[in-house]
Structures are given as C-alpha cells and as structure tokens.
C-alpha cells in the first residue's frame, strides 16, 4: 500500500504551563478574562513558547471560561494557530450560546472570521491592529468589512479593554528579539 504524502491528522499541544494555568472561578468578570488573556500573551513570551498574542473565551450564561489559546503559529510552523483559534478550538463542543472571545490584541482577518464561524456574541480586545503594527506585525486588511457585517449580525465589539497592559506584551516581545512573524508587509 502506497504510503500518504498528505497529513492526515493535526493535533494541537498548548504548553505545559498554559495546560495547569489555574483558571478563575465562575462568574469571570470581563476584567478577569482580560487579564487572563493578557497573562497569557505575556507568559507565552516571557517562556519563550510563542507570539506575543493571548485569548480566552468565557460562556455568558454560566460565566467559565471554557478554552484559552496562545499564539503557537511560529513555535509549531503552523499559520492558524493563532491566539484565538486555539482558544476557539478549545472550547469546540461549549461554543453554543452566548460566548465572549477576549483576546490580548484585535483579531487579524482569520481570527476575526473564526470568531465568525464560531457564533461568538462579543469580542473584546487589548491592544489594537496599530499597536500590533507598531511593533514591525503586517495585520493585513478586511477586519473592518467583517466587523461590520458582524455587528448588524448583532455581534458586540470592545476595543482597547486594557490597551497599555496589551500594547506593553507587544513592546516587549519585540524589544527583546522577538521575531515579527506572518504576511510581509
């Protein structure tokens, strides 16, 4: 039998210390949940296990969190493992309802149609598309057409929730070397 040249199965490892990070218990307010994104960002950078980018996604009704993500892109070679798809591929199964995605920074185009995809109610964000771009990331276009489509859809969007701690992850992950990975400017 002819072996396969195509994957045919991904599997997904969140660093060992994301994977025991204790979670706060339920209800979680929008502030815990930023923090926790952006605790994760942070940590992410300062264990060197990836980008400077973080999320969590809460379910509204009972107030958990139910998936947290880092940025694994670089680390794994993989272009999707983004912050909040990883969070998002987390918390797969829990999604239905009335869920809020928050992440360390605003959602680059592929994240932001994941939230899409996923039926997520409201997004909040850190530090904004500038901030990322500030620090040398090419976030591309398209956010702003998504976004609005998903606002007359009814989806909620908070930018710039704790925008100095987010913005501060970027800084530092790029003052220290941090390579500015994705599209080329």
Request: aromatic share 6%; hydrophobic share 45%; glycine share 12%.
């Given at each position: 039998?002819?072996?396969?040249?195509?994957?045919?199965?991904?599997?997904?490892?969140?660093?060992?210390?994301?994977?025991?990070?204790?979670l706060p218990a339920?209800?979680?307010?929008?502030?815990?949940?930023?923090?926790?994104?952006?605790?994760?960002?942070?940590?992410?950078?300062?264990?060197?296990?990836?980008?400077?980018?973080?999320?969590?996604?809460?379910?509204?009704?009972?107030?958990?969190?139910?998936?947290?993500?880092?940025?694994?892109?670089?680390?794994?070679?993989?272009?999707?493992?983004?912050?909040?798809?990883?969070?998002?591929?987390?918390?797969?199964?829990?999604?239905?309802?009335?869920?809020?995605?928050?992440?360390?920074?605003?959602?680059?185009?592929?994240c932001l149609g994941?939230?899409?995809?996923?039926?997520?109610?409201?997004?909040?964000?850190?530090?904004?598309?500038?901030?990322?771009?500030?620090?040398?990331?090419?976030?591309?276009?398209?956010?702003?057409?998504?976004?609005?489509?998903?606002?007359?859809?009814?989806?909620?969007?908070?930018?710039?929730?704790?925008?100095?701690?987010?913005?501060?992850?970027?800084?530092?992950?790029?003052?220290?070397?941090?390579?500015?990975?994705?599209?080329?400017?």
């Open positions: 039998m002819a072996e396969s040249r195509f994957v045919t199965g991904v599997e997904i490892r969140l660093p060992d210390w994301l994977a025991v990070l204790s339920a209800p979680v307010s929008d502030a815990a949940c930023m923090q926790l994104a952006i605790l994760a960002a942070s940590e992410n950078v300062a264990r060197g296990t990836g980008g400077p980018f973080g999320a969590c996604v809460r379910d509204n009704a009972t107030g958990e969190v139910i998936g947290v993500g880092v940025n694994l892109a670089q680390a794994t070679g993989n272009p999707v493992l983004h912050a909040e798809t990883v969070a998002l591929t987390m918390a797969a199964g829990r999604l239905a309802g009335d869920v809020t995605l928050f992440t360390s920074c605003e959602p680059c185009i592929m994941a939230a899409h995809w996923a039926q997520v109610r409201r997004v909040v964000s850190a530090a904004t598309k500038a901030d990322a771009e500030a620090v040398g990331f090419s976030e591309g276009s398209g956010t702003s057409e998504l976004r609005a489509e998903m606002s007359m859809r009814g989806v909620v969007f908070d930018d710039g929730f704790l925008r100095t701690e987010g913005a501060a992850v970027l800084r530092q992950y790029a003052e220290q070397g941090g390579v500015i990975y994705g599209p080329a400017s």
